[in-house]
């Protein structure tokens, strides 16, 4: 377990953020924002990939993140779940550090066990949807609550079923993946990571290896999920989900956020050159 003093400087784990009503959020608390990520640095190598990333995303908020390859979109997400450390700067989720816990005066990297346990309540969706081939979909829902929470089978085959239906699959639930298309395989991966009751759902250019046809149906499916209030971080360039779902507009280039606002703000009026020069190529 790796033990880090909180009065590190600078650029280490930060322990005195510059926003003072952001450091201290209420576990759980039904008004705190879900994610704070307060100057988050990431290295790989000499690479500096996240160079001091500041957000925040209020519960039920729906951001996306825009930004060039190779801007360090992935790399974020990745940190907030804790599949990546951070070398610098801090995040929350629902009121609880990522990947660490508070004593006394010092923080301690949890064990594998509780980050796995943390992680389950951020749910996260892949562009290769990365389901497990020789399991059915049923078996691919349940195998993650039973292992993590020992959740009962009959109970979380019954919320699998319910969730297949919401993605429009419940005919496809003794199927293996081999035998779905790919957005059906995605619909299930999103179907699965919701069934570990997630509070936050990660997605990273979900539909991005879509043949176009099928692009729709997962795009469907995100925007019913944000209807019914989950707070969803979504890297796409698919700029009318942007317009259409978005509460908020991210733009990450050279791993900093360049600009930030409304969907119709950000995409039809950008006030960076960087943004401008981006969107024209997107689009
Ligand atoms: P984006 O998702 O915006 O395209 P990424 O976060 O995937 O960007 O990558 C940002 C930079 O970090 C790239 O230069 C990439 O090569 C590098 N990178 C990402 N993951 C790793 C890793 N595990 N090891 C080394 N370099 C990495
Ligand atoms: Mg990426």
Redesign the pocket.
């Known amino acids: 377990m790796t033990a880090v003093p909180t009065d590190r400087p600078a650029d280490q784990p930060a322990d005195r953020p510059a926003d003072p009503t952001a450091s201290q959020p209420t576990v759980g608390s039904a008004k705190s924002p879900m994610v704070i990520a307060e100057r988050v640095h990431k290295k790989?190598g000499l690479?500096e990939?996240l160079k001091g990333v500041d957000l925040t995303i209020d519960r039920g908020e729906v951001v996306v993140m825009i930004?060039p390859?190779?801007?360090?979109?992935?790399?974020f997400l990745r940190c907030i779940n804790h599949l990546e450390r951070v070398d610098a700067g801090r995040i929350w989720v629902d009121g609880q550090v990522v990947g660490y816990e508070q004593r006394g005066h010092h923080l301690h990297e949890l064990s594998e066990r509780a980050i796995a346990r943390q992680r389950a309540h951020i749910g996260m969706v892949f562009q290769h949807f990365n389901l497990f081939p020789h399991m059915t979909v049923l078996d691919n829902l349940i195998e993650a609550p039973r292992r993590v929470f020992g959740a009962d089978r009959e109970e979380v085959t019954a919320r699998a079923e319910v969730l297949l239906g919401k993605v429009g699959l419940r005919d496809k639930i003794k199927a293996y993946p081999r035998h779905l298309s790919g957005g059906q395989q995605q619909r299930v991966a999103i179907a699965r990571a919701l069934c570990l009751q997630p509070s936050l759902m990660l997605f990273d250019e979900p539909t991005s290896a879509l043949d176009p046809e099928l692009v729709g149906d997962v795009l469907a499916v995100m925007k019913d999920l944000a209807a019914s209030g989950m707070t969803m971080a979504v890297?796409t360039h698919e700029m009318g989900f942007a317009r259409d779902v978005a509460d908020r507009v991210v733009f990450?280039d050279s791993g900093v956020i360049v600009e930030s606002g409304p969907p119709d703000q950000v995409i039809l009026n950008p006030q960076h050159e960087r943004t401008r020069v981006f969107l024209r190529a997107v689009r």
């Open positions: 790989f690479n990939v930004g390859s190779g801007s360090g979109k992935s790399t890297v990450f």
